[in-house]
């Protein structure tokens, strides 16, 4: 809910002056712990407050000492791309304990600390709430014990307490991901991958990869992987599930799949509460079916290598957040955590979360599994309604007889994740009885006829296969309606799904139109979104645009490591998107740019000259590399060999530049989980809402839809995924620069310049409001494609 406008510049109302912020990593480690703690920092002194390490967790807490140093600008520099997290993580006993906690609370005094910023699990941030509870008690003993004076108690009354939650598992109820989530995504589906490969070619049979315990990796890694089988503790399969999977990897087989996939989840149990294993799955299938069979144990892998662009921006959202919330809160404030919701940060009550993750834990010792799966939130039972919709063919006789023909085509430039979105669009399809046609080369390709039925298994193994297999090309529909119509009559197309980016939003456009002169239009029309520079009108996110986010880090990240070890060097990289400038801006923030041109913030050469001052300032100190990013269209005049020489002679006996021009490799590549899920799941959305239109629309034997709302783009809204009628988004819409009039992520810039030191307004009307826990999933929200 926005704030009033006395709110919107929070420098001018919040400060932090005489305030002090310390920030502790607990428990397990995860990815994007270090983007965390680097937000809290720089943002706790942007605002004018100490900021404090506290090293090895409540353990450094506890011993204090040199465990709690004050942190500076420079000290969280160049630790963004770094896995784990840099201060530490022990679990302490002791804190457990009174006393423990006693001797924490004087270290924290010791330096004036009373705000707490706690990245952790559910037991560390109950901890924290613990100690919260505690401090006025304790601050009386520490007076008793003339340890602290008696006018302590009064000054430092309170202690405050913000928690983000950094763990791989996901099982935190309240927010839609947490830290470190999305990177072990990363590494579970590059391994899933790398034996995909390898498997295929020797045909080495059924692979069985067990994952982390709760099951949220193990559900949404099948899902991106399209597994055969999984086996998760809150769906416990029903019994003689034996023979059901051994059948279903047979009939794989016998269709020439060369590979099956069985993801176990540690803690999978059956029915009767008895453990299975991935030993025991192995020795099933080689018993019943003979299959050469494979057993890949993840493990601690999953928590290594460098966090994901998506987890890096989690993370310093999340930090930033977490410090307003420390500067709002007052002595009746609850504990919070900061969580996501869709695309936007909330502020829940820590306690309501932890509790209500508790209550999963009981309605699994209690056998009440369906009751487990919803209370894991809207995301963990959608994935588990996709996944099932996806992976189990019912039997022929079982389906149902719709008689509806439908069409999916890619249309537009390639973007990973389209082949996820048409596998999806297929499966579901035909699992609602629909005949599935499958037109290549988009637009082109249709007037052209090269149209022809697709089946169940043609899609197989579709999902981590990057670029457009069905072929897409940016012919629009308007010189050929009539061809078109024609196909459409020959073929009797009932329904089209259209997977592409903005040449897609503009053919619904024209087809729309074409409706008056062509009755074959006259059909439910639907549109997901597909493109690398997410510039599509009614959604915050396109399928694509986080595969070329992790193109463009993993590229900076190797790219400022080649300055290693060499003078101060700044790096421009001109990045795609046409005129949009979202790959530019949160490419800028996952990998700490520290400026970012686009299109939608005009600059000039004073700009310029200031961002160059600013950037030899800074390598005047302990700074060695320095970025900057530059969309490719910002300003026709100041190109980026503009901008490259301008900053060489600038920066002359300060630093020196290089250049990178990105190109094509945002494009290419295997799709990345989240754009995997993400299609995946949208698609399958897309097509049920197809399959609910053609029944609305069925009379007198034959569809018409000739309404705006049966012409539609369903697009990622804040919380939501939302049909649209692409008719009424013309006016949201800058047709010349091909970009929508209001884009979402502009909000993140003043966030990126924050933490690259520059003095700027913030915006923080759009900030996460105290919620509750049960009202923060709307109705329509699919949790896991936030960013």
């Not at 160049?78 to 530490?88: A, F, P, Y």
């Not at 189990?392 to 990973?416: I, M």
């Not at 897409?472 to 980016?501: C, D, S, W």
């Not at 801006?585 to 913030?601: F, P």
Request: charged share 20%; proline share 3%; with cysteine.
């Amino acid at each position: 809910m926005a704030q009033p406008d006395t709110k919107k510049i929070f420098f001018e109302n919040l400060s932090g002056a005489g305030k002090a912020i310390a920030v502790l990593t607990s428990g397990g480690d995860a990815q994007g712990m270090n983007a965390a703690v680097r937000a809290v920092v720089r943002m706790g002194l942007y605002v004018g407050a100490k900021v404090y390490f506290i090293h090895e967790g409540y353990q450094g807490m506890v011993d204090g000492g040199d465990n709690i140093r004050e942190a500076t600008w420079e000290t969280v520099s160049s630790m963004l791309q770094v896995g784990g997290t840099v201060i530490g993580s022990a679990r302490c006993k002791e804190f457990r304990s009174h006393e423990g906690r006693l001797k924490a609370a004087h270290n924290l005094l010791q330096r004036g600390i009373t705000n707490l910023c706690v990245i952790g699990g559910d037991g560390s941030l109950t901890g924290a709430n613990l100690f919260r509870e505690e401090w006025s008690g304790l601050l009386t003993e520490l007076v008793e014990q003339g340890l602290i004076e008696a006018d302590s108690v009064q000054k430092y009354s309170a202690l405050h307490i913000v928690g983000m939650v950094g763990s791989i598992d996901n099982d935190f109820c309240g927010t839609d991901m947490t830290i470190g989530t999305d990177s072990a995504l990363h590494r579970i589906i590059e391994v899933v991958d790398a034996i995909m490969t390898t498997a295929q070619s020797g045909q080495t049979g059924t692979i069985i990869s067990a994952v982390c315990y709760p099951s949220y990796l193990a559900l949404v890694s099948a899902l991106a992987c399209g597994a055969d089988w999984v086996l998760i503790p809150e769906m416990p399969p029903e019994d003689g599930w034996e023979d059901k999977m051994c059948g279903k990897l047979s009939a794989n087989r016998a269709g020439m799949k060369r590979l099956n996939i069985i993801i176990v989840a540690e803690g999978a149990i059956d029915r009767n509460n008895k453990a299975i294993t991935t030993d025991y799955v192995k020795d099933l299938v080689v018993r019943n079916l003979g299959f050469d069979t494979r057993v890949t144990i993840l493990g601690h892998v999953q928590r290594g290598g460098t966090p994901s662009g998506f987890d890096r921006i989690l993370a310093s959202r999340m930090g930033v957040e977490a410090v307003l919330a420390l500067l709002e809160t007052t002595a009746n404030t609850p504990a919070c955590v900061v969580s996501l919701c869709g695309n936007q940060s909330v502020r829940l009550p820590l306690m309501e979360c932890v509790q209500m993750t508790q209550e999963v834990q009981k309605a699994m010792d209690n056998k009440r599994f369906e009751d487990a799966v919803k209370l894991r939130g809207r995301s963990f039972e959608n994935n588990l309604k996709t996944y099932k919709l996806l992976a189990h063919r019912k039997p022929e006789s079982e389906l149902p007889v719709s008689n509806f023909n439908v069409a999916v085509l890619n249309v537009g430039a390639p973007a990973a994740g389209m082949n996820a979105a048409v596998r999806s669009a297929v499966r579901v399809g035909i699992s609602e009885g629909h005949k599935m046609f499958a037109v290549n080369d988009g637009f082109e390709g249709f007037y052209k006829g090269q149209i022809k039925e697709i089946k169940w298994a043609d899609v197989g193994g579709w999902t981590g296969q990057g670029g457009s297999l069905l072929g897409t090309k940016r012919t629009l529909p308007a010189k050929h309606v009539e061809k078109i119509a024609e196909q459409m009559r020959k073929h009797n197309i009932n329904a089209l799904l259209i997977v592409g980016g903005f040449e897609a939003f503009l053919s619904l456009l024209e087809l729309f139109t074409a409706r008056g002169k062509h009755d074959e239009f006259c059909v439910p029309m639907v549109m997901v979104p597909a493109t690398v520079s997410n510039n599509v009108p009614g959604s915050d996110l396109s399928v694509g645009a986080d595969t070329a986010l992790n193109a463009i880090t993993t590229t900076c990240d190797r790219i400022k490591q080649s300055a290693s070890g060499t003078k101060r060097r700044v790096f421009i990289i001109e990045t795609m998107g046409g005129y949009c400038g979202y790959l530019a801006t949160v490419g800028g923030l996952a990998s700490g740019a520290d400026a970012a041109y686009i299109y939608e913030e005009p600059f000039d050469i004073r700009d310029l000259q200031a961002n160059v001052e600013h950037l030899t300032e800074k390598m005047k100190t302990s700074i060695q590399r320095g970025l900057v990013l530059r969309n490719e269209n910002s300003n026709e005049n100041y190109t980026t060999d503009f901008i490259y020489q301008l900053y060489s002679e600038e920066g002359r006996g300060v630093f020196d530049c290089r250049k990178n021009v990105l190109g094509h490799m945002q494009q290419g590549g295997a799709p990345s989980p989240f754009d995997r899920n993400f299609g995946t799941k949208i698609s399958a959305k897309a097509m049920q809402w197809v399959t609910k239109k053609l029944v609305e629309t069925f009379r007198h034997g034959r569809v018409f839809a000739n309404s705006e709302d049966s012409c539609c783009l369903l697009g990622m809204r804040r919380r939501a995924l939302i049909f649209q009628p692409v008719v009424q988004l013309k006016d949201e819409t800058d047709f010349i620069h091909r970009i929508p009039k209001e884009q979402w992520w502009l909000k993140l810039r003043p966030l990126m310049k924050i933490l690259a030191k520059y003095k700027t307004s913030y915006d923080v009307s759009d900030s996460g409001q105290l919620e509750h826990v049960v009202h923060n999933q709307p109705k329509e929200s699919d949790a896991s494609v936030a960013m």
